[in-house]
Structure formats: structure tokens, C-alpha cells
């Protein structure tokens, strides 16, 4: 197969409990001013430190308004000559808590709107694309969105993707992630030693992919996939390392151009021992590292998307955020963003890894 | 554009209610690794036994996710107690796979789709397109839905328990079967482009779709 396209992120849009738009979601993570706060309504016996949209809009309004703020950004009329994808790790889950904890039985469940492919009814509800898919790989699911845009643009099959990540914070969400005793009742904090685990979070995150630039795109250079083959819940430094080289392999550049990493450090004691290894390992001492999730939370399938959306933002604004509450830094062996700073910023790699050890990397560059 | 697949291999299975010969002690001999398999897993586990899979990449799909965990997980929060870790982990859409790669060492590329009634063509699509690449993939697709108060939910599915696993690769050769869409027997619509296909696959002869993409 002979690759010819290029691949860009022509426009964005997205809400999460860090801002209602781009714009607000990086002068939140430059300023270190995190959208988590406690929140005892989706949890019985504990007041964890969660991430929720701001709206007066209902989690399905907010969906179908983010399209729209695309379509508006965008050159196109319409997306009838678009492929929808979707990445969630969640769906509808929301809509059967809903109906389920009213009556404690099944007979008002529609489980056409508990699956995955319910937000993609959301969504074609208002727009007509020309076909859809949706991806549900936990924690990667938009990150593999994002990668499957890449595939088909390289190949010449679609000319225009919009991927959306979303997921809704529901009580599956964060009473899992506290069976599995991860998770924080403060603002998490990524790479620190004294780190007690991660904020659940909600997000939408959307992204136009085309392979035309337009002004200010960024360019989706490669991505890298790999499974860790090792446990459901505990990562495996070899997973997330192959990951980040097959990207850097499929971005034909070197560890030494990678500027930032944007890690998935979610803050919990195994992923961010795992992920710093596995950077520690694959780059040198000079790229700069940071998690996000502090500010946004762990949007789960959204987070790829929204963390994509961070990562072009590094790019255009020429400006690498902190990691925000580091006091004691576990690897030090990693270059840790201890302050939001200026630097030239030419390509960024973006990291998300999943249960099932499920992992992927990608890598933006900025368009030359 | 269109990507014609041959297929190499193909298998099926399917009950009313609950698969039952799925080999999964002898294909699983570590019992703590069994015990925690849900049925898709054991389900996934079996056709790729029977497909002669290595470490191919994989395309796997369901449109309902890991229904028996979802439930479990609703009832512990509905009566205000712990959920179980194991089930939680056990919930994600790609839960079966991951065993899968687990016991096989499988560390390829492995995605999970999700898309409804639409999920085993979807599955066909992002195969056609990982295909191109020039490797051979395996793509599965499962549905395990025989769960408690079932009927609550299910009106139109005769057969609760289904599972399709292809391994394909990229043909230049002209289409030698349609995807046929007929579902008399009522089978999960999920299934049903994988299923036809698997049924109508005839290994003396060669055994190409075509993809519109």
C-alpha cells in the first residue's frame, strides 16, 4: 500500500469540568486551575474527587452542540461526506443507571440506549454523515478513534473524519474505579510519590481530520498501538514502551524530536511507575513530561480526544503546561514540566493506555 | 472504495441460551486465570482455537458490551454495597479480547468496536482498512446476553449466545460470495454480516468478499 496522504486536525471543540471550550481548557491547565472538585452524588459511601461538566445543557445536548461548534469552525457545509467516529469506553451507561435505580428492574431499560452506539443515534439525530463507526477500548477508545482516522486518511479511503470522544460520569465509573481502590478524594497528583490515586471525570472532545490543511492545523504524523498481553488492570512498562516507539516508527522521526510528552499519568501508583519507566526508557532525559488529568480529570474514552486537543494547543501556542501538583517526583530520572513554559515545540507525543493493557500513542507535529 | 477479503479461515458458534462446549480447561489450563473469564472471553478464547490464530492483529467487536458484569455492577450499587473489583475490570467492551491476548502473548494491535446492529459490518470495515497493511487479521465478533431478566430486555433474539471469528487477508482477486444480511432465525443483528459469511464459507474453495468502504 502506498501512503501518500498527510493528516490534520483542521478544527476542535470540547467541554469538560476545565472549560466549556479550548480556549478555557488550556489557560486552566497553563494556570493550574483544576475543574475537579468532591462530589458525593455518584458514589454511596466515600466524597471522591471527581470531574463534572459545568452545563446547563443535558450530557446529549452538549454532544450535539459540540458538533455544531465544529461544523461552524469548519470549511465544511454539512457532513454528509463525513466519517463519524466514536470513541467510548461507556455510552449510554448513564440512561440505564437512570432508568434502573428508579424502578430496580430491567422493563424500562432500552438497551439500544445503554450501548456504545447510542451517542452516534445522539449525534446522527441532527447531522447526516456518510457512514459511522464507533471504538470501545476503555481508556483508549478516542485515542484509537484518533488512530483510525490516521489509517483511513493515509489510505486514501475518506478525505473528512470527525472523531468524537465522550463519556459521561456515571456511579458504574466511579464506584469501579473505587472498588479498585484507586481512587483520589483530592486533586490527583501524576508522577508524585505521595500520589493516592485519580480523578473519574466526564468529558466531550471533538476533532475535524482532514487531508487538506487549513490555517493554524496541526499535523497527525503517527500513531503506535501495542497490547500488554499482561493483566486487565496493572500496566506493563513493555506495553506502553512499544507503543510510544511503533509511533515514533510511523512518525519516521526520533526520540530526540519528540518536545513533550503529554503522558496519560492518571495518578494512580501503577500507571504512572509503569508509564515514567517506559518514557525513561524509550527518551532521554531532555523531553519534557506532563500530565494533564490533575486539571481535567480521567476522562476514560474521552481522555484520548481531549488530550489530543491539549496536545495541538502545546503546538500553537508554543507553550508546554506543568504537571501540576508535583511535590516529590517518584522518577527523576524523567523530565518532569515543574512550571508552564515557553519553548519551541515541533512535535508532541500524546500517551493512552486501557484495561486489557490496551495502548496507544500518538504523535503531532506542528505543519511546516 | 472497495477492498475485496479473502477468507482463510472462519468459525462459528451459537446457542438458544448458554454455550456449553467451549473446551475452556483444556485451552485454559491455569484455574485462577479461568475463573475469572467471562463468557465472552471463553467464547473469543474457543474460535481462536479453532482458527488456527497466532498473534495476529485483531478486530474484535460486541454492541452491548459485558452484559452479566454491567448487571452485577448495577445490583451492588442499587443495594448500596462494594462493587467487586473483578467484575468491574471484567466490564469494559474489550474485556474478552484481552484475555485473549493475555493467554496467547498476544501484544499486536487489538481493537474493539462497538456499533450496534452494525457491529460485525464495522468489524468487516476496520479489517478491510488494517488489512491494506498486507498482514493477515483475525476479526471476532460476540454477543453473550443470556443474563438474568433477559426477557425484560429481549423481545426479537431467539439465540443469546453467538460468536463469529474470520481471519482474512487482502485479495485482488474478484468477489466470490455476497454478504448475505437474511436473519430468519433471529439471531443478535450485531452478528449477522460475520455469521452469514462464516456459515457460507466452504474451505475446498477460495472464499472472497467484497468491502464498500
Partial sequence: MIIKNRVYITASTSISCAGNSNEELFLNICKCNSGIKNNSNFSYNNNPAIGVINSDLTFDQNLIDQCQKILENSNLKNFEDTLLILGSSVGGMKNTENSYFKNSDYKDIDINNHNIQTLIDVIESKYKFYDNIAFSTACTSSANAIGYAYDVIKKDIYKNILVVGADSICHTTVGGFDALGVLSNGVCKPFDENRDGMNVSEAIACLLIQNQKTSNSIEVCGVGYSSDAYHMTQPHPNGSKNAMMNALKCANIEPKNINYINAHGTGTMANDTSEASAIEAVFSSEVKVSSTKSITGHTLGAAGAIEAIISSMVIQNQTIPANNNLENIENKNINLSLETSKEDVNYVMSNSFAFGGNNCSLVFGRVK | ?213
Fill in chain 2, 1 to 213: 472504495m472497495n477492498i475485496n477479503l479473502e477468507i482463510l479461515e472462519a468459525s462459528f458458534i451459537y446457542d438458544k441460551n448458554d454455550i456449553k462446549e467451549l473446551n475452556t480447561k483444556e485451552l485454559v489450563p491455569k484455574m485462577v486465570t479461568r475463573r475469572r473469564l467471562t463468557k465472552a472471553a471463553k467464547i473469543v478464547i474457543y474460535l481462536s482455537s479453532q482458527i488456527n490464530s497466532k498473534n495476529e492483529r485483531i478486530v474484535y467487536g460486541n454492541a452491548y458490551g459485558e452484559l452479566k458484569s454491567t448487571q452485577s455492577i448495577l445490583s451492588s450499587i442499587n443495594a448500596k454495597e462494594q462493587i467487586s473489583p473483578t467484575v468491574f475490570q471484567n466490564s469494559v467492551y474489550n474485556t474478552a479480547v484481552s484475555y485473549l491476548s493475555m493467554l496467547k502473548g498476544n501484544t499486536s494491535e487489538i481493537m474493539t468496536v462497538s456499533s450496534g446492529d452494525i457491529t460485525s459490518l464495522n468489524i468487516l470495515k476496520a479489517g478491510a482498512v488494517k488489512a491494506l497493511d498486507g498482514d493477515e487479521i483475525v476479526l471476532i465478533v460476540t454477543e453473550a446476553l443470556n443474563i438474568d431478566h433477559i426477557e425484560d430486555l429481549n423481545k426479537c433474539i431467539d439465540y443469546l449466545e453467538v460468536g463469529v471469528a474470520l481471519k482474512v487477508k487482502v485479495s485482488k482477486k474478484e468477489k466470490t460470495m455476497n454478504i448475505d444480511t437474511t436473519n430468519n432465525q433471529k439471531y443478535p443483528a450485531s452478528v449477522i454480516h460475520m455469521l452469514n459469511i462464516a456459515k457460507s464459507f466452504d474451505k475446498t474453495k477460495q472464499n472472497i468478499i467484497e468491502i464498500t468502504l
